[in-house]
């Protein structure tokens, strides 16, 4: 006799039989305590008692609204990759993380360089990581001022950079700047390091 399937256990039959998920769709899931808006907005809300590390990768969303982070007083690592839809990062969306000791926003659709004036951390040896945003054209001035009072480590490669305006980096400790890859980048302007201290050296190489 003929085994006969209910619709219910071919269900279940074609679940198992189906091939896992891509790398980039597992890693588009929205991270607790995210909540992730296709096409909208992205907000991790706080607090979230010993989350140290947030990585948000292939998310659908446009906009990292102004306080987007808050509360999240224990995370040490925010991580922003590969999400292509995100247009833009609202001033403040990133205030207040006084543990913060890595921040990347790489692979993005922003347009305008983001606001990190307003993250206020007590950490030394800070890196801030800002690659492949081909769409960011300018580095404004004093825009590093207000993330960190200790030293700090700036990767900013691979960017739609054509202009570092005056004091663009004023009110930093620079342990090391890098600026390589960044193609377009035509006009460094005379007073950008005014009201920095350091890099003793800018390779020349890391402009083109």
């Given at each position: 006799?003929?085994?006969?399937?209910?619709?219910?256990?071919?269900?279940?039959?074609?679940?198992?039989?189906?091939?896992?998920?891509?790398?980039?769709l597992?890693?588009?899931l929205?991270?607790?305590?995210?909540?992730?808006?296709?096409?909208?907005?992205?907000?991790?809300?706080?607090?979230?008692?010993?989350?140290?590390?947030?990585?948000?990768?292939?998310?659908?969303?446009?906009?990292?609204?102004?306080?987007?982070?808050?509360g999240?007083?224990?995370?040490?690592?925010?991580l922003?990759?590969?999400?292509?839809?995100l247009?833009?990062?609202?001033?403040?969306?990133?205030?207040?993380?006084?543990?913060?000791?890595?921040?990347?926003?790489?692979?993005?659709?922003?347009?305008?360089?983001?606001?990190?004036?307003?993250?206020?951390?007590?950490?030394?040896?800070?890196?801030?990581?800002?690659?492949?945003?081909?769409?960011?054209?300018?580095?404004p001035?004093?825009a590093?001022?207000?993330?960190?009072?200790?030293?700090?480590?700036?990767?900013?490669?691979?960017?739609?950079?054509?202009?570092?305006?005056?004091?663009?980096?004023?009110?930093?400790?620079?342990?090391?700047?890098?600026?390589?890859?960044?193609?377009?980048?035509?006009?460094?302007?005379?007073?950008?390091?005014?009201g920095?201290?350091?890099?003793k050296?800018?390779?020349?190489?890391?402009?083109?």
């Amino acid at each position: 006799m003929k085994q006969r399937f209910s619709a219910l256990q071919l269900l279940k039959l074609l679940l198992l039989l189906q091939p896992p998920l891509p790398r980039a769709l597992r890693e588009a899931l929205c991270p607790e305590p995210c909540n992730c808006v296709p096409d909208g907005a992205l907000r991790c809300p706080g607090p979230t008692a010993g989350l140290t590390r947030l990585s948000l990768a292939y998310l659908p969303v446009k906009v990292i609204p102004s306080q987007a982070f808050r509360g999240l007083n224990e995370v040490i690592k925010i991580l922003i990759q590969n999400t292509k839809n995100l247009r833009y990062i609202e001033p403040g969306a990133f205030i207040n993380l006084p543990r913060l000791k890595y921040l990347s926003i790489c692979n993005t659709g922003i347009r305008k360089f983001p606001d990190v004036t307003k993250v206020f951390s007590s950490e030394s040896n800070f890196i801030l990581e800002i690659c492949d945003n081909l769409h960011i054209t300018t580095i404004p001035g004093n825009a590093f001022q207000g993330m960190n009072n200790e030293s700090v480590t700036l990767k900013l490669y691979g960017n739609g950079f054509e202009e570092v305006q005056s004091h663009a980096f004023n009110g930093t400790t620079l342990t090391s700047l890098e600026l390589k890859e960044n193609v377009h980048l035509e006009k460094m302007h005379n007073g950008a390091f005014r009201g920095a201290t350091g890099p003793k050296t800018l390779p020349c190489r890391a402009m083109a």
